[in-house]
Every structure is written in structure tokens, then in C-alpha cells.
């Protein structure tokens, strides 16, 4: 499983021209899940996306998790994270989970996020999105479990 974090100050998600998530200071996640990954995996990703510290701390100083830091998080599937880009020039996708394997291990992670952290927004799993986003730093990283 691979998640794509990136800090932000803002950040939305339209589905056909119509915004149907948005969160101010949090986490983006896009979340790419792999033929590999299994409800052990996506419960170790939901822990690691709420302990993982990138925001600064009284002294500047990336000390401060999602919790900690009053921010929201807004998880989006991105079945694209799961390519492999290791030769040739145009991604293979034989490493990503069947969409319905996909969808159960990605409202999973939702769900983990849910149960210790009330400001989780989400995306559309499946649908053609427009994420919205500004980067605060820029800081962004890619977790794997």
C-alpha cells in the first residue's frame, strides 16, 4: 500500500464540477492500494497516516501529527501509486488490486482514520476527480506498507 501525503493548507476534491470534500489545514492523502496488500496492511497505513509527524511544533521543528496539529485529513483513491514505473517508458499496472479488493482495503483505511480522528474526509473511489490543493512547505512524502 502506498499513500502519497502532502501537507497542505487547503485542499478539495470535485466530482463532474461539483466539490464534494474539502478540508483546511491537514493531510492530502492519495492512497494506492497493491495486489499484496491485505486489512493488516491498510490498519498499519491508518495508524502510520495519524502518527506520522510533519507539522511544526513551537519551535519550527516537525514534531506535531495530524491529531496534534487541529488538521483534517482528505483521503483519495489513486489507483495510479500502485504502477510500476521501473523501465520502459508508460507505467504497468499488474501490481495494483482488482478494483473490488481495492475499494474494500481503501474504506478500510477510511474507516481505521474514522474511528480515532473525526475530521476525515473522502474522495470518490473509482471516479474521474480534480483534486484542489496548496502544498504548505511544500512538504510531501510516500509511505508504504
Do not use: C, W
Not at 40 to 48: D, E, I, P, S, V
Not at 92 to 111: M, N, Q
Not at 134 to 145: I, M, R
Request: proline share 2%; net charge neutral; no cysteine.
Amino acid at each position: 500500500m502506498r499513500a502519497l501525503i502532502q501537507r497542505v493548507t487547503t485542499a478539495s476534491v470535485s466530482v463532474e464540477g461539483r466539490t464534494i470534500a474539502a478540508i483546511g489545514q491537514g493531510l492530502l492523502v492519495l492512497l494506492g492500494v497493491q495486489r499484496a496488500d491485505d486489512a493488516g496492511r491498510a490498519r498499519a497505513m491508518a495508524a502510520r497516516l495519524l502518527a506520522y509527524r510533519v507539522f511544526a511544533d513551537a519551535a519550527g521543528k516537525m514534531n506535531l501529527d495530524v491529531r496534534a496539529a487541529g488538521g483534517a485529513l482528505l483521503v483519495v483513491s489513486q489507483f495510479t501509486l500502485a504502477a510500476d514505473t521501473g523501465r520502459g517508458l508508460r507505467p504497468g499496472f499488474s501490481s495494483a488490486a482488482a478494483p473490488d479488493a481495492a475499494r474494500e482495503l481503501y474504506e478500510l483505511v477510511v474507516a481505521e482514520l474514522r474511528s480515532a480522528h473525526a475530521a476525515v474526509a473522502t474522495g470518490e473511489f473509482g471516479a474521474t476527480m480534480q483534486v484542489a490543493l496548496v502544498n504548505d512547505g511544500p512538504v510531501s512524502f510516500l509511505l508504504e506498507t
